[in-house]
């Protein structure tokens, strides 16, 4: 059982539309990372979020941490093909274990 | 200049065989990670070292057996090789423990036949 589900799976969209990921739970996390990952490589980190219902604005992307610290999401305004990847949220429990969720794959058709 | 290195990027290897991946990262950090991910991009931790010491140990067949020389090197050997072993190991480090960043290295793609 995982403890964090992303969604949707899969989502594959033409460039300029706006799209919206999930990351849910039922416990509540210290802090919620997002990650992009592609092909053949590592994730990489495109924020961290600590506060209930803080936001983030990263040029096109915001991200949402829940009120209650057990949910996350991440919009995209415009979305561009060079935003096509594997998006994988992950939240803190204990202060140093990380729970990755299932992963949203993104394909940005030009 | 690679942050964190691994190797070898590609491993194919026969049941029951014994194998070990390396992880090295240049950036002064005192956590490392070991990670597996699925054929369905699920990522999660196996092993976490801090300052040379393990922190976390998930529930990981002791098949696998991690090895922190110093700081700066987190490597994993896994004995007698099974078919469900196949799958991208990825070695991470971050400044600290906690809600710090995570530098991801390449990954290990194993393939284990």
């Known amino acids: 059982t995982q403890l964090l589900e992303q969604s949707p799976q899969f989502l594959s969209i033409q460039e300029g539309e706006n799209l919206t990921v999930y990351c849910n739970s039922s416990?509540?996390?210290?802090?919620l990372q997002w990650y992009r990952q592609e092909p053949g490589e590592g994730p990489v980190l495109l924020v961290t979020?600590?506060?209930?219902?803080e936001v983030k604005k990263l040029k096109r992307l915001t991200f949402q941490f829940g009120d209650a610290r057990k949910d996350s999401s991440l919009h995209i305004t415009a979305a561009q093909p060079g935003d096509t990847g594997l998006y994988l949220c992950?939240?803190?429990?204990?202060?140093?274990?990380?729970?990755f969720g299932s992963g949203t794959k993104l394909n940005v058709k030009p | 200049d690679t942050a964190v290195s691994q190797t070898p990027k590609y491993l194919v290897t026969q049941m029951g065989n014994d194998k070990s991946i390396k992880c090295e990262q240049n950036?002064?950090?005192?956590?490392m990670y070991w990670y597996k991910q699925d054929s369905k991009k699920f990522l999660k931790i196996m092993f976490s070292?801090?300052?040379?010491?393990?922190?976390i140990n998930e529930t990981v067949p002791n098949r696998f057996s991690p090895k922190s020389p110093d700081k700066a090197h987190l490597n994993l050997h896994i004995n007698s090789l099974e078919l469900g072993d196949s799958a991208v190991y990825f070695c991470?480090?971050?400044?600290?423990?906690?809600?710090?960043?995570?530098?991801f290295g390449p990954g290990t793609r194993l393939l284990v036949l």
């Open positions: 416990s509540v996390f210290s802090s």
């Open positions: 070292y801090n300052n040379k010491e393990l922190i």
């Open positions: 992950a939240g803190v429990r204990n202060f140093n274990k990380f729970y």
């Open positions: 991470a480090s971050s400044r600290q423990q906690g809600q710090e960043t995570q530098y």
């Open positions: 950036l002064g950090h005192d956590t």
């Open positions: 979020v600590v506060t209930g219902g």
